[in-house]
T-cell receptor, first 113, second 112 residues
Framework: AQSVAQPEDQVNVAEGNPLTVKCTYSVSGNPYLFWYVQYPNRGLQFLLKYITGDNLVKGSYGFEAEFNKSQTSFHLKKPSALVSDSALYFCAVRVSNDYKLSFGAGTTVTVRA | DAGVIQSPRHEVTEMGQEVTLRCKPISGHNSLFWYRQTMMRGLELLIYFNNNVPIDDSGMPEDRFSAKMPNASFSTLKIQPSEPRDSAVYFC??????????FGPGTRLTVL
């Protein structure tokens, strides 16, 4: 079985401050990890993924995520948040030889001006 | 590329009516997924197609739900008869060889 936990329902930060959205996972096997963002009334938009290699992954819109195998975490980060980053963020995991993605419950990010 | 296309974007219907949701995946993608999103249950995978063949339909909630993929560029999700508890946003997503999935804009279904 595989699962994802996003421990924070909401994250609030001021514009220009660092943003971190937390994600921990549980899988049997090698994890493939993904972050998606969902803006109101839109579909999920792919941000970045970790498959193998460098533990620090860079993605769209200045986001990055760090894979930590010992802590089974894949936290999403942005050094300087923008008001336009306000959205719902989903972490997802699957094992390398499977198609089924397990999504976290989502974290609502609000960046205040 | 136009991305994944879904229609209609919004659907309001009455209980007992048939509802058909449509999806055009990204050209060249060989995997297609139907998801349902609700506040209570989050994102749920309903069915997965690979090369137009249904591989896993274990997430389809009831026999009222059916999905088809007659060719590589089109899929439908049908609910017959619809019930109020089917109200949700339905997403179609596609991918190439099980790489990252790309989602359509969704269909917001309201069953009265």
């Amino acid at each position: 079985a595989q699962s994802v936990a996003q421990p924070e329902d909401q994250v609030n930060v001021a514009e220009g401050n660092p943003l971190t959205v937390k994600c921990t996972y549980s899988v049997s096997g090698n994890p493939y990890l993904f972050w998606y963002v969902q803006y109101p009334n839109r579909g999920l938009q792919f941000l970045l993924k970790y498959i193998t290699g460098d533990n620090l992954v860079k993605g769209s819109y200045g986001f990055e995520a760090e894979f930590n195998k010992s802590q089974t975490s894949f936290h999403l980060k942005k050094p300087s948040a923008l008001v336009s980053d306000s959205a719902l963020y989903f972490c997802a995991v699957r094992v390398s030889n499977d198609y089924k993605l397990s999504f976290g419950a989502g974290t609502t990010v609000t960046v205040r001006a | 590329d136009a991305g994944v296309i879904q229609s209609p974007r919004h659907e309001v219907t009455e209980m007992g009516q048939e509802v058909t949701l449509r999806c055009k995946p990204i050209s060249g993608h060989n995997s297609l997924f139907w998801y349902r999103q609700t506040m209570m249950r989050g994102l749920e995978l309903l069915i997965y197609f690979n090369n137009n063949v249904p591989i896993d339909d274990s997430g389809m909630p009831e026999d009222r739900f059916s999905a088809k993929m007659p060719n590589a560029s089109f899929s439908t999700l049908k609910i017959q008869p619809s019930e109020p508890r089917d109200s949700a946003v339905y997403f179609c997503a596609s991918s190439l060889n099980n790489n990252e999935q790309f989602f359509g804009p969704g269909t917001r279904l309201t069953v009265l």
